[in-house]
């Protein structure tokens, strides 16, 4: 596969924090369908190939500042207390772009093959 074909709208970091340790599935509800999925594959859901464009440069752009708000969201999760003021600057910026880079807003949904 083409580098950074497949390019998620909701980052895999956020949707392995609902996932088992160490385990890249989680539960979905196929609304469309009415059906659970419980042990859908991470890889496969909330994206779509070059959902921003085939140069690459936007899902990069993306990755990196949801790297630092991966590890933020992380400690978080595992010490079960939220972080300190400084850390909020960080992710404050990466959580209002994501609102907007989602496919709803951008008034699509898909979904990838896994």
Not at 52 to 70: L, M, N, P, W
Not at 74 to 82: E, G, N, W
Not at 86 to 110: D, F, K
């Amino acid at each position: 596969m083409p580098e950074n074909k497949r390019q998620h709208y909701v980052p895999q970091a956020y949707l392995r924090l609902f996932s088992r340790a160490n385990d890249n599935r989680i539960g979905v509800y196929a609304i469309d369908r009415g059906k659970l999925i419980p042990n859908a594959s991470i890889r496969g859901q909330a994206c779509r190939d070059y959902f921003y464009g085939k140069d690459g440069r936007t899902e990069r752009a993306f990755s990196s500042i949801e790297g630092h708000a991966a590890r933020i969201f992380a400690k978080a999760v595992r010490d079960r207390q939220l972080p300190i003021t400084g850390t909020l600057s960080l992710v404050s910026p990466q959580s209002a772009c994501h609102q907007s880079r989602s496919a709803v807003s951008a008034g699509r949904v898909y979904r990838c093959s896994a």
